[in-house]
């Protein structure tokens, strides 16, 4: 204590401080003192007393301790100080007591729970905040070795109480696995394998945190260390990594396929070369270290390759395995003398499931021989294994397990095996596979007889050739007596009284695998008149727990002569086998007995896993394959004995046949009925939606037309909307009367084109005429000439007359046009006015307005052509004198016929230009009758319009808008008005 005065540099002489006042004093010189020699001085006196003053330094000096490593992060020595002493606070130390010489048991036990307690206590304390975790994983960045051994400690202390929410706070942690990984490639074997261990407590349990070590590199340097420390030759170190693998890889579909594709598994094949190995005594025994190693590895293998991984991984890593040479080097352990008992059989487990479902595996191991003289297979040394009670009772269920594992999918396996047993293959002189299975069967010791009987049934498994081959093996009793079959024998043991439990539930199952889904063989068990009652009386007795197993496998194997029988054997027909139940047993009570099998604690256990795992010899009663055939037949056992086998209540097939027809019938007709409901549902659903859009889209324009009534109310009022209303109608009236009267004016311009046509015809006649007596006349006079002259004249005047009055047609005819594409615009403008209740017509009046005055154009146009074509006529008229005229003086000429060749031909042009006129007047009338055609449209389009307009007012009517009567009245008087203005128009 002078030591502590002298650092504290107090204390009076005489009186020492209790240990709580020393760390008060000490944690007071952390937090106040300003060089760092002196903190670390008393950080360094804590790491001292924090063993023997755990709780007073914990509960005094831990957030100090962390505070330190916050802020003195520059001295390392001051930083493994604190690291050290957290670790001695949160680390539940268990070594016994210096001072506590000799302590009971039951005060040991009392001390370790009390300190595990206080290092929950602390821990909890210290993971409060996150940031505590993050602060430590900074620190192992550090190479000094003063700070990172102790934090790797403290993260190892952390882990071990508090794994989930460290491995949780590590994940969020920015790069920490990466920083944990960095540990494996320190050079310091302490750092690295305190690494090693840390890594092991951090990776159970969470897949996340694998996966990152994974592909953190960590296989790779796994595998590295191990070759470094020897193999399976090396120390713990090399358990460590072990430990670390399976970690990584168990349970871990990701892990195993990114160790598969990186050639892991090759590397792991040096592990099992036994020759170069020098890690046995020499007296060839191995070491203990050695004997974990190569354990270890073998469940390494054992996890790329077991059932519970999906079948196409576990397919690839079986066919790398024996890529490799893996394989061979296993089956060389298996092979090979002075193995150890625990890796024979964790070796036989590897090697099985290695070769389970893989065909070429499975053919590998059937040609594996034992070195032998002679040789042996593989397969039947480890036969003679299992059937003989004086191996080990681990490895016995290793070898069911192999032959389990090198039947399964393996037809040509099981082909193999059942031949051993037939009397044209059998060889006496050497020992067979068949042979142990026979003897095993027969044999006095029970488990001997469960391990042959499940392995011959495996032999059978879903393999119906087989179960009818194996019905021709016959077996000899004794001398002079004759064969029995296989299945009589089964039969017959079971019927023994003196048979062990074990032994009637290995025959049992063996009879059911043998009889399920083959009727043969059930035809077979059936020929035997004792079998069914000796079934029956077993099910029907009352027994204890182990009996009750026997009873429901009795009933099962019931079931399957049921639901399998072919009715071959009038004895024994499927439905006096039901009236025996239920005489003899009763169906509730056969029932019951089937789902007490289910029900067992033992059958559950073993249909958990393919391997057999069962404590002790006496649990070995089911195996995995088993309760797999007994989930699948249970059901439809049930369901065959709940038939009705009430006499009375049965029809007659007939009756059956009838009543079937009856209801396929009735069943069709309600199909027919059911599809025409639905097709009617159908349409009279298309039918509902159309009338729900058509009644949606009226309701949207009447909301739009209350909308748009509303909107002009409130602008122009009531009364301005009826005069508008009126206004439009007047524009309507007015413009059908414009358009009649636009009509009667293209009829009267084209009865003026026919008279001038019949003018012009006339004219052509008197032209003929005028020629013919030309050519008669052959005298003529300078008076004649100078008159034909005039008249040829005035035939190119009329010809000039023609092309104006053309001219004047043609644009009378663009004026229609004109008008006509007016009354168009004039027709839209007033559908749209109809689609609006109360519209505003002021664009409508003015186009009225804009429309008289082109027909008053129009009719002065016309009224000038009509004049014109008077003045045609008259000259026409003229004309036809004149030329009288000259017929009398040709007719007195005598000489002259040079000039009449003149005039015939002027006369002949004449002629032409008559003929084109004729077809432009014909075009004329063709124009005319078009337009007139048009404007009887306009006609028929301002009808339809008039008629919306009265349907858009009806609706209005009937939304209670105040315009229907007012406007009415007003629209009534304007017409009458009108007519008496026509009226007088006419007078």
């Not at 017929?887 to 230009?913: H, I, T």
Request: proline share 3%; net charge negative.
């Amino acid at each position: 204590m002078s030591w502590f005065r002298n650092v504290l540099g107090s204390g009076e002489p005489g009186v020492q401080p209790t240990g709580a006042d020393t760390i008060a004093r000490l944690c007071d010189r952390v937090q106040s003192s300003t060089l760092l020699d002196d903190r670390r001085d008393a950080v360094r006196a804590l790491k001292s007393l924090s063993k023997k003053f755990r709780v007073e330094v914990g509960t005094q000096a831990l957030d100090i301790l962390i505070n330190v490593l916050q802020t003195d992060r520059s001295d390392c020595e001051i930083m493994g100080y604190a690291l050290d002493t957290i670790f001695n606070i949160i680390a539940a130390h268990l070594e016994p007591e210096e001072e506590v010489e000799e302590e009971s048991p039951a005060e040991q036990e009392a001390r370790m729970k009390q300190e595990v307690q206080l290092s929950e206590q602390f821990i909890d304390i210290f993971l409060k905040r996150s940031e505590n975790v993050s602060l430590v994983l900074g620190l192992l960045e550090e190479y000094e070795f003063k700070v990172r051994w102790p934090a790797i400690k403290t993260m190892t202390a952390l882990s071990t109480m508090r794994a989930s929410q460290v491995q949780q706070l590590i994940l969020v942690s920015p790069q920490g696995v990466s920083k944990l990984m960095d540990l494996l490639s320190d050079t310091r074997e302490v750092v690295r394998n305190d690494g090693l261990l840390l890594l092991t407590q951090l990776t159970k349990g969470n897949a996340n945190i694998q996966k990152i070590v994974a592909f953190e590199n960590a296989f790779d340097r796994l595998l590295e260390i191990i070759a470094e420390e020897g193999a399976s030759d090396g120390g713990i170190v090399v358990e460590d990594c072990l430990l670390l693998l399976l970690n990584l890889l168990k349970k871990n579909s990701s892990n195993q396929t990114f160790f598969k594709e990186g050639s892991f598994i090759q590397r792991l094949a040096p592990f099992f070369d036994l020759k170069t190995s020098g890690g046995s005594s020499p007296d060839g025994s191995w070491s203990a270290q050695k004997v974990n190693n190569v354990n270890l590895m073998l469940q390494v293998v054992r996890t790329l390759v077991s059932p519970s991984n999906p079948q196409q991984a576990t397919s690839v890593c079986q066919k790398v395995i024996h890529q490799c040479g893996l394989l061979k080097q296993l089956c060389g352990i298996l092979m090979a003398s002075g193995v150890p008992a625990d890796i024979l059989t964790e070796t036989i487990n590897t090697v099985s499931e290695v070769i389970r479902g893989s065909k070429l595996n499975q053919e590998f191991f059937a040609a594996v021989n034992a070195p032998s003289n002679p040789p042996r297979p593989a397969i039947v040394v480890l036969l003679m294994s299992m059937v003989n009670e004086k191996q080990p009772y681990v490895l016995r269920c290793a070898v069911l397990y192999c032959f389990e594992c090198f039947l399964y999918k393996n037809e040509i396996g099981q082909e193999q095996i059942i031949a051993t047993l037939l009397p044209a293959t059998a060889d006496v002189q050497t020992v067979t596979a068949g042979q142990l299975l026979c003897g095993g069967l027969f044999s006095q010791d029970s488990l001997a007889n469960w391990f042959a009987a499940v392995a011959l049934a495996h032999a059978l498994k879903d393999n119906t050739t087989q179960k009818e081959q194996l019905l021709r093996v016959q077996l000899a009793t004794g001398l002079g007596n004759p064969p029995v079959s296989l299945l009589q024998q089964c039969t017959n043991i079971l019927a023994q009284p003196t048979a062990k439990v074990q032994t009637r539930v290995g025959l049992l199952i063996l009879l059911c695998n043998w009889l399920s889904n083959c009727q043969l063989a059930v035809s077979h068990f059936l020929t035997n008149p004792s079998n069914i009652p000796f079934l029956t009386a077993q099910v029907a007795e009352h027994a204890d727990e182990h009996e009750s197993l026997v009873q429901g496998l009795c009933a099962f194997l019931l079931g399957i002569s049921i639901i399998d029988n072919d009715n071959a054997n009038s004895s024994f027909t499927k439905e006096s086998l039901r009236q025996l139940i239920a005489k003899r047993v009763g169906e509730e009570s056969f029932i019951e007995k089937l789902e007490g099998v289910s029900k067992h604690e033992l059958y559950t256990q073993a249909a958990q896993k393919p391997q057999l795992r069962f404590s002790s010899p006496d649990a070995m009663l089911f195996d995995y394959e088993f309760t797999s055939l007994y989930k699948h037949l249970e059901s439809q056992i049930v369901k065959a004995i709940q038939e009705s086998d009430d006499i009375e209540s049965k029809k007659t097939v007939e009756d059956h046949d009838n009543i079937v027809t009856q209801y396929k019938d009735i069943i069709r007709e309600q199909d027919n009925q059911l599809s025409e409901t639905k097709k009617k549902y159908e349409d009279m659903k298309t039918e509902f939606s159309k009338q729900e859009s058509q009644l949606s889209e009226q309701s949207s324009q009447i909301q739009q037309l209350k909308d748009q009534y509303a909107l002009l109310k409130a602008q122009h009022g009531v009364n301005n909307t009826g005069q508008d209303l009126q206004n439009s109608t007047d524009l309507h009236d007015s413009g059908s009367e414009e358009i009649s009267r636009l009509q009667a004016e293209v009829d009267d311009l084209r009865q003026q084109l026919a008279d001038k046509d019949s003018a012009v015809e006339k004219l052509k006649n008197d032209l003929t005429v005028a020629e013919a007596k030309a050519v008669l006349n052959t005298d003529g006079t300078e008076e004649g000439n100078g008159e034909v002259s005039a008249v040829q004249t005035r035939l190119e005047e009329q010809q000039q007359e023609i092309q104006e009055l053309k001219r004047t047609l043609a644009e009378q005819r663009d004026e229609v046009t004109k008008e006509k594409q007016r009354a168009d615009d004039l027709s839209s403008q007033l559908e749209e006015k109809n689609n609006i209740p109360i519209p505003d017509n002021s664009a409508l009046i003015a186009e009225k307005a804009a429309m008289s005055t082109k027909i008053s154009d129009l009719e002065s146009k016309l009224s000038h052509s009509e004049s014109e074509i008077s003045q045609l006529q008259s000259e026409n008229q003229r004309l036809q004198s004149e030329k009288q005229d000259l017929e009398s003086r040709l007719s007195s000429q005598g000489d002259g016929a040079a000039d009449v060749s003149q005039l015939n031909e002027e006369l002949q042009k004449l002629k032409l230009e008559n003929e084109r006129l004729s077809s432009e007047g014909q075009t004329a009338k063709e124009d005319v009758a078009q337009i007139r055609q048009e404007q009887e449209d306009l006609l028929v389009l301002l009808t339809d319009t008039d008629e919306k307009k009265d349907k858009y007012k009806e609706k209005l009517k009937e939304l209670g808008q105040p315009t229907s009567d007012d406007e009415d009245g007003e629209e009534a008087e304007d017409e009458e008005e009108e007519e008496e203005e026509e009226d007088g128009d006419e007078d």
